[in-house]
């Protein structure tokens, strides 16, 4: 009777692990769907890749854009500033002292050669007028006088002696004459009227880019300060004060690119024209003069700028912001973006490093989307799943 029992009790066993077994494995591949796994999806990691669903939250901290290829540089960018191109500005000056009556230009205008800035009520310009219209007449009335006088000598009224003198005189009134010419020239008068009025007429075309007389103002030839400055925004100069140690770097001719805060996604070319001949002893730098072409007049004389002088104008690397780069151990990666919601970590040489910029020798092609923000919360989550 009890080998009957053990007979019936051990496929029961069997049978009853067996169940037991199948249970646990079901409970494994299907796990509970809680309300925190469907409102989280999760990441699902290999190697030196992390997977992302489409819809993870995860990714809306990170900011992703494409690298971009920028001339090699040879040194890190410079210091430097915009300022006005001499050789297309004016800064004008009052020639004669006077009031102010009529101000007929403002800044920002554009305005042409000749046209009038302001009006002068001048006592200087009008002895000046009225001294040009006596020379004028004096010049006649003498030359009439020395055709008398050839006339009554050809006709032996008179003595030579008295022709030579008439004729002297007819020229000392010529040299006087053409000297007051030339000063009234020198005003840039269209006109001999004595009556004061002065119009202060400008040199060049241009911009006026600063005004500093107002009405009522008195201004005289030996001030200090301009009237005006007249400009084409068009051609500007870059100054950049060259450290001692980087001479070697730049020559002229040489191309720069310049970056300004104004426009942190837009570069500007531009070409060296002058390397400074001596070096300041306080500094221990060199001014660097270069030219930049302004066409839609974005920048502004006064501008701080940052200038790159260029390695190889034909040697382009993907250029990346520091904040997408992190480290391990002694090297430098990047997470690349490889497709929607997937992202590898990825190791790359550097050329060139910035206080704000990187470019890429080697592991980067230009036009990859690479993780400019939050990379090393990516790092984490890839190191912590591994």
């Not at 796990?31 to 992390?50: E, G, L, Q, Y």
């Not at 500093?212 to 400055?229: D, H, R």
């Not at 942190?264 to 660097?288: C, M, N, S």
């Not at 780069?325 to 970590?345: A, D, I």
């Amino acid at each position: 009777m009890i080998k009957m029992e053990k007979r019936f009790a051990l496929p029961f066993i069997v049978l009853l692990m067996l169940a037991a077994s199948g249970y646990w494995g079901w409970q494994k591949s299907h796990p509970a769907n809680t309300s925190n796994d469907i409102a989280k999806p999760h990441a699902r990691n290999a190697s030196d890749t992390v997977h992302f669903d489409l819809n993870a939250p995860q990714l809306s901290f990170l900011q992703i854009k494409p690298a971009e290829a920028f001339p090699e540089p040879l040194v890190e960018a410079l210091n430097a500033r915009i300022v006005y191109d001499d050789n297309h500005t004016a800064r004008v000056f009052s020639p004669v002292a006077g009031r102010v009556t009529k101000i007929l230009a403002e800044a920002g205008q554009q305005i042409k050669a000749g046209d009038v800035l302001v009006q002068l009520d001048s006592p200087d310009y009008a002895t000046a007028a009225a001294d040009s219209a006596k020379a004028d007449a004096d010049l006649v009335r003498k030359k009439q006088a020395y055709e008398r006088a050839r006339q009554l000598f050809d006709a032996q009224g008179i003595a030579r002696r008295d022709l030579e003198s008439a004729e002297a005189d007819w020229h000392q009134a010529e040299a006087e004459s053409l000297r007051a010419r030339a000063h009234m020239n020198n005003l840039a008068s269209m006109g001999k009227t004595t009556d004061g009025q002065f119009n202060l007429r400008a040199p060049i075309s241009g911009v006026i880019s600063e005004r500093q007389v107002n009405a009522g103002s008195e201004v005289s030839p030996g001030a200090t300060a301009p009237l005006f400055v007249i400009t084409d925004l068009q051609h500007l100069w870059v100054l950049i004060d060259l450290p001692e140690r980087m001479l070697d770097k730049v020559k002229a001719g040489q191309p720069v690119f310049v970056e300004v805060d104004a426009y942190p996604d837009e570069i500007f070319y531009g070409h060296v024209t002058v390397v400074g001949a001596t070096l300041d002893p306080l500094t221990r730098r060199v001014q660097v003069r270069c030219y930049l072409n302004n066409p839609d007049h974005k920048l502004k004389p006064e501008m701080y700028a940052r200038v790159t002088p260029d390695a190889d104008s034909e040697a382009h690397l993907p250029r990346i912001p520091n904040s997408a780069l992190f480290t391990l151990g002694v090297n430098s990666y990047v997470f690349v973006e490889l497709s929607p919601g997937v992202l590898q970590r990825r190791k790359v040489e550097l050329s060139l490093q910035d206080h704000e910029y990187s470019y890429v020798k080697a592991g980067l092609n230009a036009g990859e989307h690479i993780v400019t923000s939050g990379a090393l919360l990516l790092n984490s989550e890839l190191s912590g799943d591994n």
